[in-house]
C-alpha cells in the first residue's frame, strides 16, 4: 500500500522513512534516535530537511526542535496527539471488553483474546502512553512555539472505526462496554480517528490545519490526504 513516502520518492525528492526501535517507549528516546538519525545523514539535508511525522512522532519531531535545527524547513503531522489522548485512561475498560468479545465472536476461543487483552494492557500502561496523557509532565514540558522559518501542517480524523469486529464497530463496541458520559471524544464519530481526536491533533500555531473522514491508519494511505500533503510539500520545496 502506498504512502507519502512513495508519493515524494516518485516525484524525485530524496526520502528517509524511520520507525522507532521503542514504539511504546519514553519519547525522549525516540528525540535521541531521530537525533542519531540526522546526523548519520545530513549529507542528504544540504537543502533542508522536512519532517513527515505519524501519530506521536508529531511530538518527537517537536521535541527535536527545541534543540533548534534551522535545516528543518517544514513539519506536516498526521494524526498526533498535541494535547495529549486520553487512550490511556482505558485500561480498566479492557477486560470488560474482552468479556464482550468472547461472547461476539464464537470463533475465538478464550486463551487467545485474553492474550491479546494482556498485550493491550500492557501498551496502554507503559511509559510512552502514558507521557501522552493530556496534562503529563511530557506536555508541561513540551514549548508551544514554532521556529522561525518552518512551515507547519497538521492533519486529523475524524473516522474512528480504526477496527471492526464482524459487524461491531470500534465506536460501537465502546458504547457498550464505557459508560456514556465517559466515552472519549477518540472513539466518537466526527470527533476522533479512534486513537486521537481531532482537536488533539490541531497543532496550535500550524500554518494550515485539515481533517478528513479517516482513522488513525488510513490517514497514512488515504488518496485525498496524500495529493494534499504533497501538494504542499511542493510548494514549500
Not at 194 to 218: I, K, N, P, T
Request: with cysteine.
Amino acid at each position: 500500500m502506498a504512502t507519502s513516502f512513495d508519493d515524494l520518492r516518485e516525484r524525485g525528492f530524496p526520502a528517509l522513512t524511520w520507525s522507532q526501535g521503542r514504539p511504546a517507549g519514553p519519547i525522549l528516546a525516540a528525540v535521541e534516535e531521530l537525533t542519531a538519525l540526522v546526523r548519520a545523514y545530513e549529507r542528504y539535508a544540504e537543502a533542508g530537511m522536512l519532517f513527515i511525522c505519524h501519530s506521536r512522532g508529531g511530538l518527537i519531531a517537536r521535541k527535536y526542535l527545541e534543540s533548534g535545527d534551522d535545516r528543518v524547513r517544514g513539519v506536516i503531522t498526521l494524526g498526533s496527539p498535541h494535547r495529549g489522548t486520553t487512550l490511556a485512561r482505558w485500561a480498566g475498560y479492557v477486560y470488560p471488553a474482552a468479556l464482550l468479545l468472547n461472547r461476539i465472536i464464537e470463533s475465538y476461543r478464550r486463551r487467545e483474546v485474553l492474550s491479546a487483552v494482556q498485550r493491550i494492557c500492557q501498551f496502554l500502561t507503559s511509559t510512552g502512553l502514558k507521557e501522552l496523557l493530556p496534562g503529563s509532565s511530557f506536555f508541561a514540558d513540551l514549548k508551544e512555539e514554532r521556529q522561525r522559518n518552518t512551515f507547519y501542517l497538521s492533519f486529523g480524523g475524524t473516522n474512528p472505526d480504526i477496527f471492526r469486529i464482524k459487524s461491531l464497530s470500534l465506536h460501537e463496541l465502546a458504547a457498550r462496554v464505557i459508560p456514556g458520559r465517559l466515552i472519549p471524544d477518540e472513539v466518537r464519530v466526527g470527533y476522533g480517528d479512534g486513537l486521537v481526536s481531532a482537536a488533539s491533533s490541531v497543532l496550535s500555531y500550524a500554518d494550515e490545519h485539515r481533517d478528513f473522514h479517516v482513522h488513525h491508519v488510513q490517514i497514512l494511505l488515504d488518496r485525498e490526504v496524500r495529493e494534499h500533503l504533497v501538494r504542499r510539500v511542493e510548494a514549500l520545496l
